[in-house]
C-alpha cells in the first residue's frame, strides 16, 4: 500500500535551517510528484510548492522563493524539503502529500496520499 | 493570486442532516478544485477531486459541484465521523491556494 513516512520533529533557532524528508513506498516512485503543505498551530493549510519526481520540475510559492528548496531521491524514494533562514512564524506541521501527473509530466488532481507530518518548531 | 472563500467557517448541525459548504474563487479556476478533509490531529484526507469526482474509497454521501468560480460540497447525512474541517484548494494557478476552511460540528 503507498505510504509516505516523514522525519521526527526539530526544533530550531531563528536563522538556521531545516530539511525534512518524506520517504515512499508502495508506488513507482516517478510516476508521481510532490507537495509540501504547512499548517501553523491552530491555522489553516498553505501550500508551499511541488517537485516531480520524474524530472525535478518544481514551482514554489512566491512567499518562500529564496528560502525554499525541494528536492527528490530516485535511489532511495525520498522527498525533501529544506527551508533556510527559519522563523518564529515558520512554526508549524508539515506535511508531504503525493500527487499525479499528466501526459506532459504537469501536476494533476487532488493530494491523494499525505505523510503524517513533521512539527518544526522555532524558537530562541 | 486566487483567493477561495469558503462560507460558513463553521457550522453545527444534527445527525442526518444535510451538510453544505460553499467555495468561491477569485477567478474562473474552471473544475480545478478539490476538497479535503482534516480530522484534529490528522493529515487532510482528499475527498473529491476536480470538482466533482469521489476520490475511491470515499463514501458516496460527500459530493462536490460547481465550475467556473462557485463550487459547494455536501455530506448527504451528516454522522458523528464527519465531524473535521474542510478545506477546498483549486490547482488552476500557481500558487495553489486553499480556502480557510469550514468546521463542522454535531448538535
Known amino acids: 500500500q503507498v505510504q509516505l513516512v516523514q522525519s521526527g520533529a526539530e526544533v530550531k533557532k531563528p536563522g538556521a535551517s531545516v530539511k525534512v524528508s518524506c520517504k515512499a513506498s508502495?508506488?513507482?516512485?516517478?510516476?508521481?510528484?510532490f507537495t509540501w503543505v504547512r499548517q501553523a498551530p491552530g491555522q489553516g493549510l498553505e501550500w508551499m510548492g511541488w517537485?516531480?519526481?520524474?524530472?525535478?520540475?518544481?514551482n514554489y510559492a512566491e512567499k518562500l522563493q529564496g528560502r525554499v528548496t525541494m528536492t527528490t531521491e530516485k535511489s532511495t524514494s525520498t522527498a525533501y524539503m529544506e527551508l533556510r533562514s527559519l522563523r518564529s512564524d515558520d512554526t508549524a506541521l508539515y506535511y508531504c502529500?503525493?500527487?499525479?501527473?499528466?501526459?506532459?509530466?504537469?501536476?494533476?488532481?487532488?493530494?491523494?496520499?499525505w505523510g503524517q507530518g513533521t512539527l518544526v518548531t522555532v524558537s530562541s | 493570486d486566487i483567493q477561495m472563500t469558503q462560507s460558513p467557517s463553521s457550522l453545527s448541525a444534527s445527525v442526518g442532516d444535510r451538510v453544505t459548504i460553499t467555495c468561491q474563487a477569485s477567478?474562473?479556476?474552471?473544475?480545478?478544485l478539490n476538497w479535503y478533509q482534516q480530522k484534529p490531529g490528522k493529515a487532510p484526507k482528499l475527498l473529491i477531486y476536480?470538482?466533482?469526482n469521489l476520490e475511491t474509497g470515499v463514501p458516496s454521501g460527500f459530493t462536490g459541484s460547481g465550475s467556473g468560480t462557485d463550487f459547494t460540497f455536501t455530506i448527504s447525512s451528516l454522522q458523528p465521523e464527519d465531524v473535521a474541517t474542510y478545506y477546498c484548494?483549486?490547482?488552476?494557478?500557481?500558487?495553489?491556494?486553499f480556502g480557510q476552511g469550514t468546521k463542522v460540528e454535531i448538535k
Open positions: 502529500a503525493r500527487l499525479g501527473m499528466d501526459i506532459a509530466a504537469m501536476p494533476t488532481g487532488g493530494f491523494d496520499y
Open positions: 508502495g508506488y513507482a516512485f516517478t510516476n508521481y510528484a
Open positions: 517537485i516531480s519526481a520524474y524530472n525535478g520540475r518544481r
Open positions: 477567478q474562473d479556476i474552471s473544475n480545478f
Open positions: 476536480d470538482a466533482s
Open positions: 484548494q483549486q490547482y488552476d494557478n500557481f500558487p495553489w491556494t
